[in-house]
């Protein structure tokens, strides 16, 4: 079983950005694992966000953060990191990191492929 641990949330003003940081134990990347991002923001269902593969280090994202947020992944530091630019008040929610085992991203994100959670971080956008 896998351990998650994310920080780096926050309170940012609308175009601002954060660097999110998913810290992983009970594993080492150079095992197959696939680690993904996903958000909830109140009132609404958990979405995915974004993964990355630990094997070959390719990656997905949702439609709404593509070209805004990165996911990228420090094997020495078994830490997955997802930088989010240009900020906006509808990113506001509790992200989370989850794992997998798996040598390919999961098909559309889904969360219900995740087996191991972390606690969650708030991202806050002022507009």
């Known amino acids: 079983e896998a351990q998650l641990a994310e920080s780096g949330g926050g309170v940012v003003q609308a175009g601002g950005s954060l660097r999110l940081s998913c810290v992983v134990s009970?594993?080492?990347?150079?095992?197959?694992?696939?680690i993904g991002w996903f958000r909830q923001a109140p009132g609404k269902e958990r979405e995915g966000v974004s993964e990355?593969?630990?094997?070959?280090?390719?990656?997905d994202y949702a439609d709404s953060v593509r070209g805004r947020f990165t996911i990228s992944s420090d094997h020495a530091k078994n830490t997955v990191y997802l930088q989010m630019n240009s900020l906006r008040p509808e990113d506001r929610a509790v992200y989370y990191c989850?794992?997998?085992?798996?040598?390919?991203?999961?098909?559309?994100?889904?969360?219900?492929?995740?087996?191991?959670w972390g606690q969650g971080t708030q991202v806050t956008v002022d507009s």
């Open positions: 989850a794992a997998t085992f798996g040598t390919k991203v999961v098909v559309e994100l889904s969360e219900q492929e995740f087996d191991d």
């Open positions: 990355i593969a630990t094997y070959d280090g390719s990656t």
């Open positions: 009970g594993f080492t990347f150079d095992e197959n694992w696939v």
